[in-house]
């Protein structure tokens, strides 16, 4: 398989692989993984087109740049870890094969702090307690630290000192904020955001362009493997410099930022306000200016941009993981692109949609599937769609 140069078996080296349940296939060597995420493709998706081979990581390791960390109390104890599946139970975790190292570091140091300055970490069944869960996010390409710390409340007992702390033993941490969080849901940020330290945000690289990450940004896990999946995107979309994009579900501005340096025009629509804001202020951080965004529903958006006969050279389209509906797809069609590109996380659904678009006139012509979580059972694929 592609890029792949580590054959060994994990499942034996993680002490919590059957208790955590987050790595279905640590059971099976790296090569084992990416044979039996190439079949599940072809089974699947083998009827649309040719499947080419699945692109693999060279280092399947500590991949992860966005760690959550859950806390309880435990005979007197302050314990971090991840959710069993399923259940509200915490599986503590100290090094985790998958996440970042640096993250894992910082949430044992927070394990100690909260224990310091007795700080109450959340009970499900009381209701009680005031640090409900933490989340890091690592710029792999620019070092950048962020720490959100989830709580139940605004007020933050000798919070200027515990901040000092934190970031006197992690001087790589470049902001802390507080999310509040008075949700019923576990591992859910609330609306309101607080910043302790630093800008309230960080930034990382895709291929040159810089992109900002705020605690509520959609953004890869996998920084290393983005630049494998957006760059076959871009290169299916086949630009030469004056085609019109229009980029669906464009989130915060990444796929769409990057075609915009080989295109003529890209028009990126999102539904999400705060995610519109994200990308205008990216496309300002990398000087596009022949990209722009609009807050509006895509599959209305584009229905109206056919009524008003605008013509459109490709249509990118990341929806989430239960796919698109027909509605979307129908004004995918409708608007008329000769080429769609499809980046898919999840092929069940995207095996649905591809029957969909081939009864539409549009075939697969490329297949790639790219292994974006290494010892999971996802996969993500990139697919070009054009007209016969």
């Known amino acids: 398989m592609k890029n792949n140069t580590n054959k060994k078996a994990v499942g034996n080296g993680c002490p919590v692989y059957k208790k955590c349940g987050g790595c279905q296939l640590q059971n099976l060597s790296y090569e084992m993984q990416l044979k039996h995420k190439q079949v599940k493709c072809i089974k699947l998706l083998g009827r649309a087109g040719h499947v080419d081979e699945i692109i ?49 570091e910082i949430v044992i140091t ?22 409900r869960h933490v989340l890091i996010r690592r710029g792999y390409y620019t070092g950048q630290v962020m720490v959100v710390l989830v709580t139940t409340g605004e007020e933050f007992p000798s919070v200027t000192s ?27 940020l ?84 705060a995610a519109v804001r994200d990308a205008k202020d990216n496309a300002r951080r990398n000087g596009r200016d022949n990209i722009e965004f ?39 069609v409708k608007l008329n692109p000769k080429r769609i590109v499809y980046v898919s996380c999840n092929p069940e659904t995207l095996s649905h949609d591809l029957t969909y678009f081939g009864q539409k006139g549009y075939s697969a012509k490329k297949i790639q599937p790219v292994d974006m979580f290494p010892h999971t059972n996802h996969v993500e694929c990139v697919v070009l769609l054009s007209r016969e």
Not at 164 to 177: K, Y
Not at 304 to 332: C, H, L, T, Y
């Open 56 to 104: 693999g990581m060279a280092d399947p390791y500590h991949y992860r740049c966005k760690v959550q960390a859950a806390f309880t109390s435990l005979r007197g104890n302050i314990v971090s870890g991840v959710f069993q599946s399923s259940t509200h139970k915490i599986v503590p975790v100290d090094n985790c094969m998958i996440e970042d190292k640096i993250a894992d």
């Open 110 to 131: 927070l394990r100690k702090l909260i224990k310091s300055f007795k700080i109450k970490p959340y009970n499900m069944e009381t209701k009680t307690g005031f640090i």
């Open 162 to 188: 515990f901040v000092n702390a934190l970031v006197g033993r992690h001087p790589e941490i470049t902001t802390v904020v507080q999310n509040v969080s008075k949700k019923a849901v576990n591992l859910v």
């Open 190 to 273: 609330g609306e309101k955001d607080i910043v302790l330290y630093g800008a309230g945000y960080i930034e990382d690289s895709i291929d040159g362009c810089y992109f900002r990450i705020s605690p509520k940004s959609f953004y890869q896990v996998n920084p290393q493997m983005t630049t494998v999946l957006y760059g076959k995107a871009i290169e299916f979309m086949g630009l030469t410099g004056c085609e019109t994009v229009v980029d669906a579900y464009c989130g915060t501005g990444t796929i769409g930022i990057l075609a915009s340096r080989n295109a003529g025009r890209v028009i990126g629509v999102e539904s999400n306000k």
């Open 294 to 332: 609009y807050a509006a529903d895509a599959g209305e958006f584009m229905v109206d941009m056919a009524n008003e006969g605008e013509q459109v050279d490709v249509v990118i389209m990341d929806p989430p993981r239960a796919g698109s509906d027909v509605k979307f797809m129908s004004s995918v």
